[in-house]
């Protein structure tokens, strides 16, 4: 008896951030309507389109002078983050009901496997995708598009496929008219880059690209090329993982774009005083400390350079990444040469359980590392007790740089078209 094919929903939210502000002010469905970065702070790009927007060419990422030169009449909304992450956990509670292995994407999408959980809700596939995608539509008031198949990649380019509040099936039956007809550019980890390879052998489609000699591809595109190969012909068994299990972060950054260029070294250490907090805070946050630091910094014409230098020792202090960062900067960048934007990244993590710090000779500067570390998870309890700005350094008071902003778009990439 052959082996029963796995059922997977992959449930995209259609333009969610427009979505969400449309269930809240029901009379933005009536306009063409986006969210959007703050211009004033420089961060004025598309994060999310309703449909009346995206029919006059409005796109994800774009800036809001290049929407507005396209739709002179575009309203804009300003991104509410925690709004949406709030939305994000209703939504996903809702999926939860229907199985235990609910793997998110993204703020806007989610893997459900329904292999083992479908019989409880009577077998019908499509039936009980139609039934979660009315749930989010009448308990949530946002859509959402489902696609169904038997692997992760599948399941995703069909939500991809459908139509907004609707559902896509592709089955064994049908995968080679429905997916091989699609640009390659659709299939999962096709960049820019790997297009352009893939197009300099003639492989425009995904058809093409699982016709092709597989040796080849591993030839012309290393590992890469076998992985594409299996997506496209359907041969993807990754698992859907169970709901909060995941793999630990790999790296934890921080970036601004900032009100106004960065110029002096005074400007430079402030910028990295509440940027090394933030990621600090998140590295303890996560239990993980970090063997090295990232510094990305762009420039007014939009160029960028990344620098990063190994840690002595396994560290989560604020001030470690300070000290390392600053040094980076000096070493790597002209001083009073402008600054647009400035990020700082943790690397090499490990369990802080795991990190034993390198001993010192200096039982002075042992016990100065110990008193940082207390004092920095006291600042973190004050501030998870009465809030972020409850507790800050006298350097970031009344800046004007626009690092006290709530929010910041720019740490958030722009959620996919659906």
């Given amino acids: 008896m052959p082996k029963q094919d796995r059922i997977i929903f992959h449930c995209d939210n259609n333009g969610f951030y427009a979505s969400v502000e449309e269930s809240l002010y029901p009379e933005l469905k009536k306009v063409p309507m986006a969210v959007c970065g703050d211009p004033e702070s420089r961060r004025g790009i598309i994060l999310a389109k309703n449909e009346l927007a995206k029919a006059k060419c409005v796109k994800t990422a774009e800036t809001i002078w290049q929407a507005q030169q396209k739709c002179p009449g575009l309203v804009l909304r300003p991104a509410r983050h925690a709004l949406y992450s709030e939305y994000c956990e209703r939504i996903n509670a809702i999926y939860q009901q229907y199985s235990p292995q609910v793997e998110r994407g993204g703020i806007d999408e989610s893997f459900i496997e329904m292999t083992g959980c479908l019989h409880l809700f009577g077998g019908d596939a499509l039936k009980v995708a139609n039934e979660i995608r009315e749930r989010i539509h009448r308990e949530i008031k946002v859509t959402i598009s489902v696609g169904i198949s038997w692997n992760k990649i599948f399941a995703k380019l069909a939500s991809d496929t459908a139509p907004s509040n609707a559902v896509l099936h592709i089955t064994r039956e049908n995968y080679k008219q429905v997916v091989w007809a699609l640009p390659v550019s659709a299939l999962l980890m096709v960049g820019k880059s790997t297009r352009e390879k893939l197009q300099a052998f003639n492989i425009e489609t995904i058809g093409c690209l699982a016709n092709a000699d597989v040796n080849m591809l591993k030839h012309k595109l290393d590992s890469m090329g076998e992985i594409l190969w299996r997506y496209a012909n359907g041969l993807d068994d990754e698992l859907v993982r169970y709901t909060g299990d995941c793999d630990p972060p790999k790296s934890?950054?921080?970036?601004?774009?900032?009100?106004?260029d960065l110029v002096s070294q005074e400007d430079?250490?402030?910028?990295?005083?509440?940027?090394?907090?933030?990621?600090?805070?998140?590295?303890?946050?996560?239990?993980?400390?970090?063997?090295?630091?990232?510094?990305?910094?762009?420039?007014?014409?939009?160029?960028?350079?990344?620098?990063?230098?190994?840690?002595?020792?396994?560290?989560?202090?604020?001030?470690?990444?300070?000290?390392?960062?600053?040094?980076?900067?000096?070493?790597?960048?002209?001083?009073?040469?402008?600054?647009?934007?400035?990020?700082?990244?943790?690397?090499?993590?490990?369990?802080?359980?795991?990190?034993?710090?390198?001993?010192?000779?200096?039982?002075?500067?042992?016990?100065?590392?110990?008193?940082?570390?207390?004092?920095?998870?006291?600042?973190?309890?004050?501030?998870?007790?009465?809030?972020?700005?409850?507790?800050s350094h006298a350097n970031l008071v009344k800046n004007d740089l626009g690092l006290d902003d709530g929010d910041n778009p720019e740490q958030k990439e722009p959620e996919t078209d659906g």
């Fill in 252 to 260: 934890i950054g921080n970036g601004r774009t900032f009100k106004r």
């Fill in 268 to 391: 430079i250490r402030t910028a990295l005083t509440a940027l090394c907090d933030m990621v600090s805070a998140r590295m303890r946050r996560a239990n993980m400390k970090c063997g090295s630091v990232q510094v990305t910094i762009k420039d007014t014409r939009l160029k960028s350079i990344t620098r990063q230098r190994g840690i002595a020792s396994p560290t989560w202090l604020a001030a470690d990444l300070f000290k390392e960062s600053l040094m980076l900067i000096h070493a790597s960048w002209p001083e009073g040469k402008p600054i647009r934007m400035l990020t700082v990244t943790a690397q090499k993590l490990t369990p802080a359980d795991q990190s034993s710090r390198q001993l010192t000779l200096f039982e002075q500067e042992q016990q100065s590392n110990e008193r940082l570390e207390r004092l920095e998870a006291a600042v973190d309890n004050i501030r998870q007790r009465y809030g972020t700005k409850s507790i």
